[in-house]
């Protein structure tokens, strides 16, 4: 079994949160209400965008600074004092890589506030989307600290369906023959830049099927041995990338146009020399940036 430590240092980008969840407060309600005071703690976010302090952290404010009527999600408890975030009017519009704000605050923020951010930003895109029941299409609205929404209630006309904000697995994987790594890219990565193959998890499957499925549909080849390396959450808008890798015995490609641009496979001397080349790459290969968990894979693969 492959050691998941070994692709954990650095942090995996949005990992190693430093707030405490305290689900025995969002339990009770009593103590909740009795923690929104002025000694709480509000995330200070422009929608769903980071909004950086002087030292270029996550800026808190109180309270006092949400939105008026704006709905509060308890984040949990840090250095002692409760902390929340405000659920903006809209959630996510559009792809997070076509947004710079996202890409400034993978670039900027130090670990523990990248990690506090993106599960604020999953937690209140959330809520923001889905302010309507999906069973009867009444209001729902905000339980358990923000971590549960409520269709109505006793003499209030809703289903009483409970809903839970959701995470999406992704599987993301290496692919390697004769010490060789299978990457591909996408119409939307820029020029000279390849990746780890990666689809979501659909229902029915384990991992390890999804992995050999996506593999399948988009290279066309057939894989074994899949092992489970590490995964990253990745809160555009909530999926756990599942970072894993395989084996296949036959090379041979046929690339899913409708999935891929282009697919090959690169030797361990390509990938290091692009590795050590740095952000820009060299005149082949552009190495995934050190924020993604494909970046983790391949080096954990390069350095075993």
């Known amino acids: 079994m492959l050691d998941p430590s070994q692709v954990s ?10 707030i405490d969840r305290a689900d025995h407060i969002r339990s009770d309600p009593d103590r909740l209400a009795s923690l929104m005071n002025w000694k709480a703690k509000l995330l200070i ?3 769903l965008n980071p909004v950086f302090d002087d030292l270029g952290g996550i800026q808190w404010g109180s309270l006092a600074d949400a ?25 996510a519009t559009g792809p997070a890589y076509a947004n710079p704000a996202i890409w400034e605050a993978m ?67 290496l692919v390697e023959h004769e010490d060789r790594l299978l990457l591909g890219r996408q119409p939307r990565f820029p020029p000279r830049m390849y990746s780890a193959l990666a689809g979501f998890v659909e229902p029915g499957e384990t991992i390890e099927e999804a992995v ?10 057939r894989v074994r041995d899949v092992e489970y390396v590490s995964s990253q959450p990745w809160p555009f808008p909530s999926q756990l990338m599942i970072g894993c890798s395989s084996v296949t015995d036959d090379p041979e490609i046929t690339i899913d146009k409708t999935e891929l ?9 390509e990938l290091e020399d692009a590795r050590q080349a740095g952000r820009e790459g060299n005149e082949h290969l552009i190495f995934p940036q050190k924020f993604a968990i494909a970046h983790q894979l391949l080096a954990w693969w390069l350095d075993k």
């Open 9 to 18: 240092k650095p942090p995996i980008a949005f990992s190693g949160s430093p």
């Open 45 to 47: 976010m422009d929608g």
């Open 67 to 91: 939105p008026e009527e704006a709905e509060l999600v308890f984040l949990g408890e840090m250095e002692g004092k409760a902390c929340f975030a405000a659920v903006p009017d809209q959630g």
């Open 107 to 173: 670039q900027r923020l130090a670990p523990g506030d990248l990690a506090l951010y993106g599960g604020a930003r999953s937690l209140v895109d959330w809520h923001a989307r889905h302010r309507f029941c999906a069973r009867c299409g009444l209001p729902t609205k905000i339980a358990k600290g923000g971590w549960q929404r409520n269709c109505g209630g006793p003499g209030e006309g809703g289903c009483q369906a409970q809903h839970f904000p959701r995470t999406d697995p992704v599987t993301i994987m």
């Open 212 to 221: 050999a499925r996506e593999i399948h549909e988009e290279a066309g080849l």
């Open 261 to 269: 641009d282009d697919a090959r496979w690169f030797t361990r001397s």
